[in-house]
């Protein structure tokens, strides 16, 4: 599999390449500054965009505090970024009766200088 095709399936403009691409195996890695691949240990990864549509796997609503700064309730998701790579990450919704099991997501940043730990993902609809 070649890396030069694949486009970002999400069109945010001030998210960085989040992902890494064995060039050896061909599996995804998360996150892009990873030392080696996650399936065979090479360390020959080529930073790419996501190559899918983030798809919602899961979620649930959290009301106790979880970490300081974040105050309950929040929703929290899997989120499948890649073939194979899922990423817990809160879901910026009102509550979780807008979500639904497998819904395309849209990856934002919760503040531009803060992008990766930042990350948040929003159902695609949202946006329309």
Known sequence: ????????????????????HCRQCGTYTFPSNAWGCRQCGADTLAKVPMPQTPVLRNFITLHGDVVPGLTPPVVVG????????????????????????????????????????????????AQR
């Open 1 to 20: 599999m070649t890396t030069a095709n694949l486009m970002p399936a999400w069109g945010v403009d001030h998210l960085p390449t989040l992902l890494a």
């Open 78 to 125: 899997e989120v499948e970024i890649a073939p194979g790579v899922v990423e817990e990450a809160l879901i910026a919704v009102a509550d979780e009766s807008q979500l639904t099991l497998d819904m395309p997501m849209e990856a934002i940043g919760a503040d531009p200088a803060d992008t990766q730990r930042g990350l948040r993902f929003r159902p695609l609809e």
